[in-house]
């Protein structure tokens, strides 16, 4: 619907099911958010309606999925109490 978001992760914004994940998403005019490395005009950005880089200090693999996962429990942080406040 409208008012869905779908949420994908790619430590390098190449990762092939990511792409073809974000194709079916805008094929069906969903809105997408990616959580990616540093890198800069990934394939998958392009793709993307909403782009969170890691800074450029986190290069390798576990430093940005560490990031990743700090991100997911802030965004659900905010989905409880948006959830809880509204109940």
């Known amino acids: 619907s409208a008012k869905d978001l779908l949420i994908v992760l790619s430590t ?4 092939k099911n990511i792409i073809r994940l974000l194709k079916k998403a805008k094929d069906k005019n969903i809105k997408t958010a990616l959580l990616t490395g540093s890198k800069k005009n990934s394939s998958a950005e392009k793709l993307s309606d909403i ?3 890691t800074p ?3 290069n390798d693999t576990a430093s940005i999925q560490q990031i990743h996962i700090a991100i997911g429990h802030y965004i659900c942080e905010i989905g409880q109490s948006t959830f809880i406040k509204n109940s």
């Open 12 to 15: 390098s914004g190449e990762s």
């Open 51 to 53: 782009v969170i880089n």
């Open 56 to 58: 450029k200090g986190a």
